[in-house]
């Protein structure tokens, strides 16, 4: 993974201590409130329902086992022993104090990590595939670009202040990865021109209450010329986007507004000023970030195919466990390992203290030192030997990190919601909490097969539902909580939103509203047949009646 060089270090630190003048300013009453407000901003910490969070950021999700231990520590230290991961590579902090703030973010330079850009309307956390560097359908490793986005990108002095935060997504798989088709800007290789890496442009893409799926702006853009494009996007959007008013402010409805047609003529007119410029790549630059990257020094023949079927029909555990955690690698003898943060009764993404040293310990042992963080909430080994798959899983189960539901209903991406949030409307971790018990039974689970279940506490949408093939939205009815359905939505290179099915349901019958849908889709499936694919063939209909009959139940109840 890449390594900071001094110009790297004394950045981070001269930040750090920047911002340790600044809280002393604001504790002395010299800045006020409103005016600490964008500077903490700037920094990653918010001021939430209950306490103050800070984000760290975790660049395109690579994370060392030093810096995990670290993480730990500081949240011994400073928080209540364990944090949240995101689906953007970011660790959440939800209890730090704010005079605390800067001791915590000197410590994190210690390990080359820092909080800057990871909340504000800058240019935010470039994302990137989990399995970026190994993944078998690989045509282009994103992570070297990745880092340059985030050098480019990091206190951008243009861009410090812009009408709202702008989400980059780099993607080099033919399948996706990244959700890249509904992020602010997308890109995704599409091929060579005279050998050299092209990437297909995507913008306007976002979740939120506006739900919209990016277009594409422009196709076969030569890797050298990422940077001067972004920067003709940005610039365009600095200019014309609304200030007067956040709900209309992100690029997504920038480029609705002008028309697709209209955004592209501007931004190629600025790029006629940027292109070949000083942002142009070159190959020399390129490599020296690539050389951060080199592939790992694997042994060969590392894998036993005859024993590691013996220990699968000696163990069924280790079996449905492999069956769902263990990923195909493009090394032979080797795999990619997912720990799950998903285990029953676990918030999705939390993960404590003692955990991050245990999936440290697991890093060094058996994945040369890193790990990656997943967009579903989940870590990634992503260098394991097939032949210590059985010994990692013996290991990790101890610690609760081999729960083998990846992919599967439990598996799901929830926001911190109502219980840390004070944009939310609802809890979103209640729910998650009451479908994980009533879908306890992990039988049950393989039998419905790959489901993905997205759930968010607001319209503001950080968990995601419009795109799982389930979907839940907490939403506000006269100081009560209730859930929106959404099925249908899907991630990937085909990712689309979901289809609101009828009015939301009360809090205490979620529950029961999934395992209704559930079994409409388990009478109605062929062989063979996943959710998703039973819910395109016979549409929303056969299930539409499972809300009306919470609600039913729910009038009842209250009558009573």
Known sequence: MYRYNPDDLALIRERAAQFRAQVARWRSGVLSDSEFRPLRLQNGLYVQRHAPMLRVAVPYGMISAAQLRKLASISRRYDKSYGHFTTRHNLQLNWVRIEDAPDILDELTEVEMHAIQTSGNCIRNVTTDPFAGIAPDEAMDPRPLAEILRQWSAMHPEFAFLPRKIKIAISGSVEDRTLGWYHDVGLRLDGKDSGQ?????????????????????????????LLSYLEAI??????????????KARLKILVQRLGLAEFSRQVETEWAHLKDGPATLTEAGYQRIAAHFCSPEYRQGAASAARLAEQKAAHPEFARWLSRAVHPHKMPGYAAVTLSLKAPGQAPGDITAAQMESVAALADAFSFGEARIAHEQNLVLADVEQGRLFELWQTARKEALATPNVGLLTDMICCP????????????????????????????????????????????????????????????????????????????????????????????????????????????????????????????????????????????????
Do not use: M
């Not at 890496?197 to 010329?225: E, K, M, N, S, Y």
């Not at 109502?418 to 018990?437: E, H, K, P, Y």
């Not at 063979?528 to 139940?553: D, M, Q, V």
């Open 417 to 560: 919601g109502g219980d840390f949030c004070d944009l939310a409307n609802a809890r979103s971790v209640a729910v998650a909490r009451a479908i994980q018990t009533r879908f306890a039974d992990f039988e049950t689970l393989f039998d419905l097969g790959e489901i993905s279940l997205n759930i968010s506490g607001c319209v503001n949408a950080c968990g995601h539902h419009h795109v799982g093939n389930i979907g839940i939205l907490g939403v506000d009815r006269q100081g009560e909580e209730f859930y929106q359905i959404t099925l249908g939505g899907r991630q990937g290179s085909a990712a689309r939103v979901g289809k609101v099915i009828g009015p939301a349901v009360p809090a205490a019958h979620v529950a029961d509203v999934v395992a209704s849908i559930l079994a409409v889709y388990r009478r109605e499936r062929r062989p063979e047949e996943s959710f998703l694919h039973t819910f395109e063939r016979i549409g929303s209909a056969p299930f539409k009646p499972c809300l009306r009959a919470a609600n039913a139940t729910q009038r009842t109840e209250t009558a009573v």
């Open 234 to 247: 940005v610039r365009v959007f600095n200019l014309h986007g609304r200030r007067d008013n956040p709900y």
């Open 197 to 225: 890496a092209t990437f297909a442009v995507i913008v306007g893409g976002g979740l939120g209450r506006t739900p919209l799926r990016g277009q594409i702006i422009r196709q076969h853009l030569p890797w050298r010329h």
